[in-house]
């Protein structure tokens, strides 16, 4: 994600390009390929679930490095909620048309972000950095609890996502508030 600072965007641009950054699969496949081929993971499962915490994870940098009093953070936050909304109805749909099975996506998401958020408070000594709870809690997600290397994807996922949109939302400029 780049852009330059020189034009300001606006709160549904940023958006769009945090919700774009939030689907785009190219770090996915990066992280997939340094999986040791005679690893006992199941590649389909991490896939999988890489990618929403990867969605997940872009959500909460919103909420991490925005700071509280800043005007935008509300209207991006639902903006971005928004689009990943919308994107997930296509992907249900999709899904459906593919394979003949209904599936809510964006009901998964938000199942997968009470999953983790109930792991944070579960373990409120480590919440304060969570990305030594997401590592484990993603292999726990991907059903290889105590593998070693799905953790440590999970962490990586989690914590250069975090690190992608924090160096993002530092900078841009936000332009005024204008809502359709």
């Not at 997940?56 to 689009?83: C, H, R, Y």
């Not at 459906?96 to 996506?105: E, K, R």
């Not at 409120?124 to 290889?144: R, S, T």
Request: glycine fraction near 4%; aromatic fraction near 8%.
């Amino acid at each position: 994600m780049e852009h330059d600072k020189k034009d300001p965007l606006s709160v549904q641009q940023l958006a769009q390009d945090l919700a774009a950054f939030a689907i785009d699969r190219t770090d996915l496949k990066k992280f997939l390929a340094a999986i040791p081929e005679n690893s006992d993971l199941n590649l389909t499962i991490i896939e999988y679930e890489l990618q929403i915490l990867k969605i997940l994870s872009v959500g909460w940098a919103i909420s991490f490095f925005m700071p509280a009093t800043d005007k935008n953070k509300g209207p991006l936050t639902q903006l971005f909620w928004e689009v990943i909304k919308e994107l997930s109805q296509n992907i249900s749909t999709l899904t459906q048309t593919t394979i003949g099975q209904s599936i809510d996506y964006f009901e998964i998401l938000k199942q997968r972000l009470n999953t983790y958020l109930k792991v944070m408070q579960n373990n409120p000594d480590e919440a304060q950095n969570p990305a030594n709870i997401m590592g484990p809690a993603f292999a726990n997600a991907c059903k290889c609890e105590d593998d070693a290397i799905a953790i440590l994807t999970g962490t990586k996922m989690f914590t250069l996502t975090l690190g992608a949109v924090k160096e993002y939302l530092n900078t841009v400029k936000i332009d005024d508030i204008k809502l359709n």
